[in-house]
């Protein structure tokens, strides 16, 4: 036990003489080190992103704004369809879905191209419909969503909007 001690104690010193982590054990031997795995996260699907455009569809079916809010991250771009305004910021697309959602919309995806950057990002980009059930008016518009995984949780960063110029 002491002879552990002063290899664990000589490896710290040497540790902080060239500023790196060192380790040692009593028995070196292959065998009794601790084996380390480095596990790559999996890139997600394009099921798994298409998904996310569901849900954000099911936050604005709550009318709610903060829970819509909630999809984007917080240094989130918001490029809105009806609105001339550029949203940088949650409370700038808070407000943004207040007004929104008083129009009681509902999204349809009608082409999506999902494209899986790596493991952490993804891109949507198509052409949705919106029933505006409050007016009965439908708005075509095409559509980019780039997406983050950030803390676990797949957030929007930036959204891109624009209604179709011939509609």
């Known amino acids: 036990m002491r002879r552990t001690v002063r290899i664990l104690v000589a490896g710290a010193a040497g540790a902080a003489l060239v500023g790196a982590p060192t380790f040692a054990w009593a028995d070196a031997s292959e065998a009794k080190r601790p084996k380390v795995t480095a596990t790559k ?64 919309p509902h999204g349809e995806i009608k082409q999506s191209y999902i494209n899986i950057l790596d493991e952490n990002s993804a891109i949507d980009t198509g052409v949705y419909v919106f029933t505006l059930a409050a007016t009965g008016q439908q708005v075509e518009a095409r559509y980019t969503y780039v997406y983050e995984l950030r803390n676990g949780e797949w957030k929007i960063v930036n959204h891109h909007s624009s209604a179709m110029p011939e509609g």
């Open 41 to 104: 996260a999996q890139k997600p699907t394009k099921a798994t992103i298409a998904n996310l455009f569901t849900q954000w569809n099911a936050a604005l079916a709550t009318g709610d704004p903060n829970v819509v809010a909630d999809r984007y991250a917080n240094d989130a771009v918001l490029l809105p369809t009806v609105s001339n305004q550029v949203r940088t910021n949650r409370a700038q697309i808070v407000d943004y879905f207040v007004h929104f959602l008083e129009k009681k």
